[in-house]
């Protein structure tokens, strides 16, 4: 019993401790501009190198890496997000959204 309990809570560490909580999704081709302006809005960090260009920030309005926007050369520019989010743009990708008051 004491081994099954172990193994569990070993489990349980390893779930919660991996990455596996960030979501891949895919959004249509952008160009630099266009995510470069989304990257100002949601108070991120652009970059750029050989293989493409996005963004990074925090979620909460500051450079970071909880969500990010990368745009390959040419292609789909691909979107990972956490908790879950099906983020449509890239505004909404980078930014968590606002509660609304009740």
């Given at each position: ?5 172990v ?38 960090e ?23 926007v ?8 691909v ?15 980078l930014?968590?959204?606002e509660?609304?008051?009740?």
């Amino acid at each position: 019993m004491r081994h099954l309990t172990v193994a569990l809570i070993v489990l349980g560490a390893l779930a919660l401790g991996s990455p596996g909580f960030a979501n891949d999704i895919y959004l249509r081709k952008h160009t630099i501009d266009e995510i470069k302006t989304a990257c100002g809005k949601a108070g991120g960090e652009f970059s750029q190198d050989a293989r493409g260009y996005g963004c990074g920030t925090d979620c909460h309005g500051k450079p970071g890496t909880a969500c990010t926007v990368f745009c390959p050369n040419g292609e789909k520019c691909v979107a990972q997000v956490i908790t879950g989010r099906r983020p449509r743009h890239v505004l909404d990708a980078l930014k968590m959204p606002e509660r609304h008051g009740r």
